[in-house]
């Protein structure tokens, strides 16, 4: 069992930034990011592969949110940049136990965190 807690979430203006960062308690794959806005299902932000090889990206995220990790750490980033009030929801890190092919999918991760709150005003 991989335990994962995020952090560095909080309230910020559009335009703005924050890093999200996830640890986990063990080994795993792909790692992802999504989120969940009150009201609408959990979507997709952002995967990347164990060795960080491969990235993928939600269009709504492209260039302005980074996906990056430290295996040595067990840890996974999200660089958020020019944030938007429609980017506000709980963003939720999930891993893996296989660097699967449908990174979007959420029935593709085994362990999932508590969520940490991003709020953008406008």
């Known amino acids: 069992q991989v335990q994962l807690v995020e952090s560095g979430g909080g309230l910020v203006q559009a335009g703005g930034s924050l890093r999200l960062s996830c640890v986990a308690s063990?080994?795993?794959?792909?790692m992802g990011w999504f989120r969940q806005a009150p009201g609408k299902e959990r979507e997709f932000v952002a995967a990347?592969?164990?060795?960080?090889?491969?990235?993928y990206y939600a269009d709504s995220v492209k260039g302005r949110f980074t996906i990056s990790r430290d295996n040595a750490k067990n840890m996974a980033y999200l660089q958020m940049n020019s944030l938007k009030p429609e980017d506000t929801a709980v963003y939720y890190c999930a891993a893996a136990t296989w660097n699967t092919d449908t990174p979007t999918l959420v029935r593709e991760y085994d362990y999932w965190g508590q969520g940490t709150q991003v709020t953008v005003s406008s």
């Open positions: 990347i592969s164990w060795g960080g090889s491969r990235k």
């Open positions: 063990g080994r795993t794959y792909t």
